[in-house]
């Protein structure tokens, strides 16, 4: 499984999300230290129920921590786009 495939079933099976867009960006980064290290860099756009309400530094906190066991190995560097679904 390639690591956007990685990210994506954490953030399917955590929340159940109704849009999910994984863009894999680690060839722009060749040669950064966190590329060398293993680590990819990936833009993420999630909606789901779990973030109505929250605010973004909530949703962000959400996403950051379902994914924490990925980084190092799997995430060097992860943008994060979360709503609810009525946003």
Known sequence: MNP???IRQVLQET???THLD??????????HAGARDGG????????????TGL????KH???NEATRHLFGE??????IQ?????E
């Open 61 to 63: 906190r959400l996403v």
């Open 55 to 58: 605010s973004r530094v909530q």
């Open 22 to 31: 994984m863009i894999d960006e680690s060839y722009k980064h060749a040669g």
């Open 82 to 86: 979360a709503k609810g679904p009525n």
């Open 15 to 17: 929340f159940k999300p």
């Open 74 to 79: 799997v995430i060097h560097a992860l943008s």
């Open 4 to 6: 956007a495939d990685i």
């Open 40 to 51: 990819g860099h990936f833009i993420v756009s999630i909606t789901a129920e779990a973030f």
